[in-house]
């Protein structure tokens, strides 16, 4: 029988956790519903419990944390991930699990932007230009076409779950997985969903600022290990030019006098000039490893491929036995 795991990280969710077990056990009644209490205050674990979510603890504070505990604790063939603000239709789930069962994407992300709900029903314009932001700087620097990055409700493949590497420790964790696919080549499926805001009285635990600081902090960071000749190559460009800006004085005053006089200028452009060169030179250096760590990936993924056709074909095999002997 196929295996569904709903994902549910939820910090202080008491107001609305209740029901979104119930809306999830009812959209999808074969799956299993976890709940990850991050150090909660109130009673959510109590109340996902009494709402007969499998509940597990995560102490060390940070959605990132307890999505990567989630990831190494739970078997399953397919998982959707949601946050526990009720938030994000239940009934939308069957939508995002079909392109994952039908083998034609390995993440599907539940887009709550095209349609415009989000903009409509989110109050926080801070939220709305940070979301626009980090598309349009994902899109850029990964020539990808994807609409909303930053949704948290996602569907995953065994696959990816299996060959996702989580680092991030706590919001960021929602471009992270979207980088790792389009960085990674994984299928990817975007299905329109309605949004809703937050009931009165369900406060959102991510600050606009801070948070949206770290994203594209994480987004820099992702960038320079998954392209760092492009990284680097930017970075010494801009050097060449500060350097070139410096030293065409020195020079044309050489040029036309034989002299020059303006030592500290031609030391100065001098210094620029040699660390835009080891810049570049560090730029090819680690694009080697990079391509070279590329196809390492390419060779494990061929076999987590390959262990998940054998895993389906022995379950078909099974449940084909188990008919016949009814």
Same mark, same amino acid.
């Given at each position: @029988?196929?295996?569904?795991? %709903?994902?549910?990280?939820?910090?202080?969710?008491?107001?609305?956790?209740?029901?979104?077990?119930?809306?999830?056990?009812?959209?999808?009644?074969?799956?299993?519903?976890?709940?990850? #209490?991050?150090?909660?205050? #109130?009673?959510?674990?109590?109340?996902?419990?009494?709402?007969?979510?499998?509940?597990?603890?995560? !102490?060390?504070? +940070?959605?990132?944390?307890?999505?990567?505990?989630?990831?190494?604790?739970?078997?399953?063939?397919?998982?959707?991930?949601?946050?526990?603000?009720?938030?994000?239709?239940?009934?939308?789930? !069957?939508?995002?699990?079909?392109?994952?069962?039908?083998?034609?994407? *390995?993440?599907?992300?539940?887009?709550?932007?095209?349609?415009?709900?989000?903009?409509?029903?989110?109050?926080? !314009?801070?939220?709305?230009?940070?979301?626009?932001?980090?598309?349009?700087?994902?899109?850029?620097?990964?020539?990808?076409?994807?609409?909303?990055?930053?949704?948290?409700?996602? +569907?995953?493949?065994? %696959?990816?779950?299996?060959?996702?590497?989580?680092?991030?420790?706590?919001?960021?964790?929602?471009?992270?997985?979207?980088?790792?696919?389009?960085?990674?080549?994984?299928?990817?499926?975007?299905?329109?969903? #309605?949004?809703?805001?937050? !009931?009165? +009285?369900?406060?959102?635990?991510?600050?606009?600022?801070?948070?949206?600081?770290?994203?594209?902090?994480?987004?820099?960071? @992702?960038?320079? *290990?998954?392209?760092?000749?492009?990284?680097?190559?930017?970075?010494?460009?801009?050097?060449?030019?500060?350097? /070139?800006?410096?030293?065409?004085?020195?020079?044309?005053?050489?040029?036309?006098?034989?002299?020059?006089?303006?030592?500290?200028?031609?030391? /100065?452009?001098?210094?620029? @000039? @040699?660390?835009?060169?080891?810049?570049?030179?560090?730029?090819?250096?680690?694009?080697?490893?990079?391509?070279?760590?590329?196809?390492?990936?390419? /060779?494990?993924?061929?076999?987590?491929?390959?262990?998940?056709?054998?895993?389906?074909?022995?379950?078909?095999?099974?449940?084909?036995?188990?008919?016949?002997?009814?």
């Amino acid at each position: @029988m196929e295996k569904i795991a %709903v994902l549910i990280p939820c910090f202080n969710e008491a107001l609305t956790i209740e029901k979104v077990v119930h809306d999830f056990t009812k959209a999808l009644p074969t799956a299993q519903i976890y709940v990850y #209490d991050n150090n909660s205050t #109130d009673n959510t674990a109590e109340l996902a419990a009494d709402a007969e979510a499998i509940v597990r603890v995560e !102490p060390r504070q +940070g959605k990132g944390f307890a999505v990567r505990q989630m990831f190494f604790d739970i078997d399953a063939d397919l998982y959707l991930m949601v946050d526990g603000d009720d938030t994000y239709p239940a009934e939308a789930a !069957p939508k995002l699990l079909a392109p994952l069962r039908d083998g034609v994407a *390995d993440m599907t992300i539940g887009d709550r932007l095209t349609n415009g709900t989000y903009t409509e029903e989110n109050k926080r !314009p801070f939220h709305n230009l940070g979301n626009n932001l980090v598309k349009n700087s994902i899109n850029l620097l990964y020539h990808s076409g994807i609409q909303d990055v930053m949704t948290g409700y996602r +569907g995953f493949s065994r %696959v990816f779950v299996e060959s996702l590497p989580v680092t991030s420790d706590g919001f960021q964790i929602e471009t992270e997985f979207t980088i790792h696919a389009v960085d990674k080549r994984f299928r990817l499926v975007e299905i329109p969903i #309605d949004y809703r805001d937050r !009931p009165e +009285g369900s406060n959102s635990k991510l600050n606009t600022f801070s948070d949206g600081l770290k994203v594209l902090a994480t987004i820099l960071r @992702m960038f320079r *290990d998954s392209k760092p000749m492009l990284f680097f190559g930017i970075l010494a460009a801009i050097l060449f030019v500060i350097g /070139l800006a410096i030293g065409v004085p020195v020079i044309s005053e050489f040029v036309e006098t034989g002299y020059i006089t303006k030592m500290p200028s031609a030391v /100065l452009a001098t210094g620029v @000039m @040699m660390f835009c060169l080891m810049i570049l030179i560090t730029g090819i250096i680690l694009d080697t490893f990079v391509r070279s760590e590329r196809k390492n990936f390419e /060779l494990n993924l061929h076999r987590i491929y390959d262990e998940e056709r054998k895993r389906r074909a022995l379950s078909s095999q099974v449940r084909n036995q188990a008919n016949e002997g009814e």
